[in-house]
């Protein structure tokens, strides 16, 4: 099973916070033709969104409140992953913070 009722109640408040928070108009400014991953710093409105959303969901993965199944299904985090991470990488090396976003990549490359 993807996850049980409790999972689904966060899953729709997650939801809610993203679009208050710009998620959708951050995801499609990640995924337009012009993007660059490689040129883009995590201090950019719609990548710091992205990853502030993302990281939220993969702690609670970790943690063991969200189902990982149910994120899954419901989120392409890998693919995210690949548009903003190379930001967050530099953001990492900058701060001297290895630990920054760590539980997006974790959950985007399949860690536990």
Known sequence: MAGNHNDAVLMVELAKWGT???L???ARAIFADD???DGVEA???SVRTVLAFNETVATLVKNDLLSRDLVYDWLWVAGV???VGPAAKR???SAGAPQLYE???A???GLP
């Open 20 to 22: 208050m928070s710009g």
């Open 24 to 26: 959708a108009e951050a």
């Open 35 to 37: 993007f660059d991953p």
């Open 43 to 45: 201090n950019d409105p």
């Open 81 to 83: 992953w690949e548009r």
């Open 91 to 93: 953001a990492r090396e």
């Open 103 to 105: 539980n997006f990549e």
């Open 107 to 109: 959950l985007a490359v």
